[in-house]
C-alpha cells in the first residue's frame, strides 16, 4: 500500500518570494506521483506528474518538482510567487502497476497563503 | 466540453433524510469515482466505477450507495444522512480505470452539511 505526508498544513510566503512544499511517500513499489491544486471554491486540476525519466518535472504556473527516490520525496517548488498561486496543493501517489484497483492516494494538502 | 459537472453546488439536509449527489461527464472516461474531502484530512475515495454497470467500495463507502447505469453519469446516494456526512465532495474521472498514467479529471464539488 502507498501513503502520502504533506508536513506544513500552511505555507505563508511573500509575493515574489521563493517556496517549496514538501511531500513524502512510502510505498513496497515503484510509483507515479502526482501534484494537483485547488483554488478557493473549485475542484482539483492536475500541476504536474511523475512517471519515469527525468526526476526534474516542470508542470503549468511555473511550478516544478523533483523525485528523489532515495529520500522517498517530490517537493513541489516555485521561484517566484505570485498572489493568484494562493491555494491548497495536493501531493498524490499511485502504484505503477495495472488494475483498477490500484488506487490514487492523496496526502492532507498543503494551504499556500501568498501575502503581499 | 463541459468535462465532468456536479449537482446540487450546496445541499443542507436534516439527520436522517435522503438524496442523490449528481455526476456527470462528457469526455466519455471509463474510470468514475467519488471522494470526500475533509479539513486536515485530504481527499478519501468513497467509490469508483471501471466502467458502466461496474462499481466497487473505496476507502470510506458506508452510508454511500453509487450506480453507473451509463458511462456519462455516475450519482452518489446518501440513504440516511448523518452530520458526519457534513463534507465537500468531489467526482472525477479518467480514461482508463488500468491505466496509472491517467490524469483524474475533477468536478467543481457538491459542499453538503447535515444539520
Known amino acids: 500500500a502507498q501513503s502520502v505526508t504533506q508536513l506544513d498544513s500552511q505555507v505563508p510566503v511573500f509575493e515574489e518570494a521563493p517556496v517549496e512544499l514538501r511531500c513524502n511517500y512510502s510505498s513496497s513499489v515503484s510509483v507515479y506521483l502526482f501534484w494537483y491544486v485547488q483554488y478557493p471554491n473549485q475542484g482539483l486540476q492536475l500541476l504536474l506528474k511523475?512517471?519515469?525519466?527525468?526526476?526534474l518535472v516542470k508542470g503549468i504556473n511555473g511550478f516544478e518538482a523533483e523525485f528523489n527516490k532515495s529520500q522517498t520525496s517530490f517537493h513541489l517548488r516555485k521561484p517566484s510567487v505570485h498572489i493568484s498561486d494562493t491555494a491548497e496543493y495536493f501531493c498524490a501517489v499511485r502504484g505503477s502497476y495495472g488494475g483498477a484497483t490500484n488506487k490514487l492516494i492523496f496526502g492532507t494538502g498543503t494551504l499556500l497563503a501568498v501575502q503581499p | 466540453n463541459a468535462g465532468v459537472t456536479q449537482t446540487p453546488k450546496f445541499q443542507v439536509l436534516k439527520t436522517g433524510q435522503s438524496m442523490t449527489l449528481q455526476c456527470a461527464q462528457d469526455?466519455?472516461?471509463?474510470?468514475m469515482s467519488w471522494y470526500r474531502q475533509d479539513p486536515g484530512m485530504g481527499l478519501r475515495l468513497i467509490h469508483y466505477s471501471v466502467g458502466a454497470g461496474i462499481t466497487d467500495q473505496g476507502e470510506v463507502p458506508n452510508g454511500y450507495n453509487v450506480s453507473r447505469s451509463t458511462t456519462e453519469d455516475f450519482p452518489l446516494r446518501l440513504l440516511s444522512a448523518a452530520p458526519s456526512q457534513t463534507s465537500v465532495y468531489f467526482c472525477?474521472?479518467?480514461?482508463?480505470?488500468?491505466?496509472?498514467?491517467?490524469?483524474?479529471?475533477f468536478g467543481p464539488g457538491t459542499r453538503l452539511t447535515v444539520l
Open positions: 469526455m466519455n472516461h471509463e474510470y
Open positions: 472525477a474521472s479518467s480514461y482508463s480505470p488500468g491505466a496509472t498514467t491517467d490524469t483524474q479529471y
Open positions: 511523475y512517471l519515469s525519466g527525468s526526476t
